[in-house]
Each structure stands twice: as C-alpha cells, then as structure tokens.
T-cell receptor, first 114, second 113 residues
C-alpha cells in the first residue's frame, strides 16, 4: 500500500515554456502533499506543502508565481513550472501523507530545460 | 532551528562487511527520526522510523538504527552489506509540531564485491 506516482518521469522542454508535473496517491487519500527539489548529488529541499482544497504554503525563497501548485483532490497534486529556464532543471519529487509525520514519496520527475 | 547532519558524504565497503551510517540532529525536543534510501534516479523509500519507545528500531532490508538522546544521534546499521545496498541514504527529522521533514545531505554508499 501507500503508493505514490508521478507523471511524467522525465521531461525536456524549451526555455520559456511551462511544464506540469502530476503527483498521485494511488491507494490512499492524501490530506497533505509535499513538493521537493533535488539538485545533483544534493539533498531534498522542500519547496511547498499543499493541503487539499487550500492554497499551498511555500518555503522561504521559493517563487510561488514560478512554481504553481494545485491540490484539487485528495489523490492529485500538480506542480507547474511556469516559463521554465535552464536553472529550473532539476529532479522534482513529491510526497503524500495521510497521517501525521509519515510521507510516501513518488519516483520523481527529471526536468531538463534547454 | 532544526537541522540534520550526515558527516559522511561517501562511504565504500566490501560486500559482506558491516555498515554504520552516521546521523546527528539538532532539535530541542525528541524529534521523529527517519532513514530513507534512494537509488539513482528514483524516489525515496522509507527504511525505518523512530517516534518513541524502544530506541533500537528495526527496518526493512535488514537495517536497524539506534536513537541515542545523549548524543543526538540516530545511526543506521547493517551487519552484512549486499551489493544491492549501494545507493544514497538520507536521514531526516520531523519536528513534532509540523508535518515537514528536514533532510540531511545524504551519504552515498558504494559496495565492492
């Protein structure tokens, strides 16, 4: 149980375009979803926390107009990287939680902006 | 502020050897502690977690970790490493007043045959 999927697993886009990444909890209802960013050989940095039906809470330094998060249902959250630039290239990982202090992680999405 | 330190960036061991990965945390109260493993290009898999109770925690894949309050440590151990254990290992702390996780910088484990 507690499976989280992400789609796409890999995306390459041109600079200036927007990219949407989906995160789904497949076998449970996630009251909270988290979005992380991971640079090569580095740790995970929390970008934002989203609760179903409410606005996401962004970490300090994360541009909320750049990284749009929507958590429309208890099984789906989306991260849209707007007007992507090469510096946005990274590995984006989501996690989902249905009880306190227990997160289940998706397999990640590799974004490459040319 | 809460923080997690993994002093070892890279560890190399021979297959069959024992393993200990270090993790130290900084937090005023007793935190929730986690160890995750990440294979290349993959998400994170939970190995084990400590919330309270017995300070020696058993996890999956033969891993265990011991919470030592006096040392603010939560080191991960395995008595005999397998080649498939080669991966990146992250220690994380979850403060008890939030759902967030704070990750250490990770330790990359390399296993030689």
């Amino acid at each position: 149980g507690a499976v989280v999927s992400q789609h796409p697993s890999r995306v390459i886009c041109k600079s200036g375009t927007s990219v949407k990444i989906e995160c789904r909890s497949l076998d449970f209802q996630a009251t909270t979803m988290f979005w992380y960013r991971q640079f090569p050989k580095q740790s995970l940095m929390l970008m934002a926390t989203s609760n179903e039906g409410s606005k996401a809470t962004y970490e300090q330094g994360v541009e909320k107009d750049k990284f749009l998060i929507n958590h429309a249902s208890l099984t789906l959250s989306t991260l849209t990287v707007t007007s992507a630039h090469p510096e946005d290239s990274s590995f984006y990982i989501c996690s989902a939680s249905h009880r306190y202090n227990e997160q289940f992680f998706g397999p990640g999405t590799r974004l490459t902006v040319l | 502020a809460q923080s997690v330190t993994q002093p070892d960036i890279h560890i190399t061991v021979s297959e069959g050897a024992s393993l200990e990965l270090r993790c130290n945390y900084s937090y005023g109260a007793t935190p929730y502690l986690f160890w995750y493993v990440q294979s290349p290009g993959q998400g994170l898999q939970l190995l084990l977690k400590y919330f309270s109770g017995d300070t020696l925690v058993q996890g999956i894949k033969g891993f265990e970790a011991e919470f030592k309050r006096s040392q603010s440590s939560f080191n991960l151990r395995k008595p005999s490493v397998h080649w498939s254990d080669a991966a990146e290992y992250f220690c994380a702390v979850g403060p008890d007043n939030t759902d967030k996780l704070i990750f250490g910088t990770g330790t990359r484990l390399q296993v030689f045959p």
